[in-house]
């Protein structure tokens, strides 16, 4: 039971609940922008109240295809704020504290195993090689 505890007090867990509440709420406020606001503003230009009365009827289905419009405008709306907010901005701080990569082997030239750059002689074929830069 401790094990459990110890599991559920760990940063990450917490942090993770509180990333859960907080999309769920900007999740509602841009399902709600999309709904209230953007919806019937591009609907008044062809002329429908709202997405959200576009059916088709075949037979005995109704499929309400302007609700999918909705949940697709909702969608594109939180993937673009999510990735210019938090994916963007991440990528770059990480590219700034990313290490150059340290080069410590180089190629024979003769028999093209990889050996320390610092080497003379290469270990495999013990050909004299010239200093390394």
């Known amino acids: 039971m401790s094990g459990f505890k110890k599991f559920l007090m760990r940063g990450n867990v917490i942090e993770l609940a509180v990333a859960v509440v907080i999309g769920a ?77 340290v080069i410590t082997t180089r190629e024979c030239p003769e028999c093209r195993s990889e050996v320390p750059k610092a080497a003379t002689r290469c270990a495999f074929c013990t050909i004299q090689l010239t200093p390394a830069d």
């Open 25 to 101: 709420a900007f999740t509602s406020i841009v399902n709600s922008f999309v709904e209230d606001l953007l919806t019937p503003l591009i609907s008044a230009f062809g002329g429908l109240p709202d997405f959200k009365g576009l059916t088709l009827t075949v037979g005995e289905s109704v499929f309400r295809y302007g609700e999918f419009i909705n949940a697709l405008i909702s969608f594109i709306i939180v993937a673009t704020v999510v990735y210019f907010l938090v994916v963007s901005p991440y990528e770059r701080l990480s590219a700034r504290f990313r290490r150059a990569e």
